[in-house]
Structure formats: C-alpha cells, structure tokens
C-alpha cells in the first residue's frame, strides 16, 4: 500500500510526458516540421495548390469560339502611355512588344477565309498624312477583314471620304469618331450590314478615366471565317 502513492506519480509523469510527444507532433512542435493540424485541416478547396485554374482559350477568350470561326481580342491604347493590342487565333498581330504600333490608328488586315495577316501598319492622325490611309484601305479584296485599335488621337486627321471607307467596312461609329475618342472595330471588305464588332468612347472631361483620355476599352469574340475572297 505504501508503494500506491508513488506509483500514481509515475503514472501521471508518464500520462504527461506521453500528452506532452503526442502534441508536440500533431502540433508540430520545435523541430518537428510537421503541422500536422493544419494538414489534417485544410481541405483541397481550401488548398492553393489544389484549386483549379480557370482555363484560357485562343486569345484568352473564357471559352472557345465554335468551328470556322476566329478568335480575337482587342484593346485599344490607354490615354499615351500604353500602346494597343490587336490577337487573332493567338498571334499577336500589332502590339508594343513587337514594336508595330503608334499614335492614331492601328490597322491590321486579315484574309477572311485562312485566318492569316495580311499587313499591319500604323497611321498617326494627329500629324500625319491621311493619304497614306486612303491609299491602305481604298484597294482592299472582297472578304478581307479590318481590325482597328485607337491609340491616343485616332480622328484629327480623318475627312469625309476615310469615315466614308469604314462605314463601308460596318462602322457606325467612325461618323462621330472625335479628338482622343476611343475606339475599337473589326469590319470586313463586302460586309452587307453594321458590324457587331465595335466600341466607342467619346473624349469627356466629365467622364475621362484619365487626364484628357477616355478608358482604353477591351474586345474579343468569334468572327465567322469568309467561304471565298476575291
């Protein structure tokens, strides 16, 4: 009976030292490397690593554009500081990384039928010649299609017969196209009706997102690929 007193203390001691390993490991203690805890409680929608990326398709689009169609992608200029972007089938046809575009209007021709770039240029209608966009768009084939993207001013420079040639290409927008408007517009050579394709925003010093410019403004979709060009 007298070793009952003694034993007791042991057992405890023992009870301890045990609670004591068996919380140093799931608590993943001083050394252990171990947050056994966290692991036991964190569930894979909770897991960074676990979670499913939203998937991108051609462009970036959220999702695929059906057979015989084309994705793009366009954002027009931000104000004079961060230039265009025109993606077609995942090229990049005009943009600051491939130092192909430039103050005014940035134009990228497209056969209607293959889906391949045809020219891309950059005309400045601020201080340059709008012959030279006369002379880009007057000749075009039947089918070919028209990607423009705005950057700063896209209008300065334009007269009747170049606002003419883009209401003939399914703008609806070039007639009231102005000083630092953006814009953005996919047309098409032939094109019988107005373009679905197309986003204005006038230059408003109420309105502007950025000193003395509108938003830049984004655009994708599926355009339906021509069956003949001419």
């Given at each position: 009976m007298r070793l009952a007193g003694p034993l007791r203390i042991v057992a405890l001691v023992v009870t301890v030292g045990l609670t004591w390993i068996v919380a140093s490991i799931l608590l993943g203690g001083p050394g252990s490397g171990f947050p056994r805890i966290q692991q036991l409680f964190t569930s894979p929608e909770n897991?960074?690593?676990?979670?499913?990326?939203?998937?991108?398709?051609?462009?970036?689009?959220?999702?695929?554009?059906?057979?015989?169609?084309?994705?793009?992608?366009?954002?027009?200029?931000?104000?004079?500081?961060?230039?265009?972007?025109?993606?077609?089938?995942d090229k990049m046809l005009m943009s600051s990384v491939k130092d192909n575009v430039g103050r005014g209007l940035n134009i990228a021709l497209v056969n209607g039928v293959s889906g391949e770039l045809i020219e891309a240029r950059a005309f400045d209608m601020w201080a340059g010649d709008v012959n030279e966009l006369l002379k880009f768009i007057r000749p075009l084939h039947e089918g070919t299609l028209v990607f423009v993207a705005s950057y700063d001013d896209p209008a300065t420079k334009m007269n009747e017969e170049t606002r003419k040639l883009f209401s003939d290409l399914g703008s609806k927008n070039v007639k009231d196209l102005a000083f630092r408007d953006s814009w953005v517009f996919v047309g098409a050579k032939g094109v019988q009706n107005k373009s679905p394709f197309e986003q204005h925003v006038k230059n408003s010093r109420h309105t502007n997102k950025y000193e003395g410019w509108p938003e830049a403004l984004e655009m994708e979709g599926c355009i339906p690929r021509r069956t003949t060009a001419s």
């Open positions: 897991s960074v690593t676990a979670e499913p990326r939203a998937r991108k398709y051609k462009c970036g689009l959220p999702q695929p554009c059906p057979e015989e169609h084309l994705a793009f992608r366009m954002v027009s200029g931000a104000a004079n500081v961060i230039g265009p972007k025109i993606c077609l089938e």
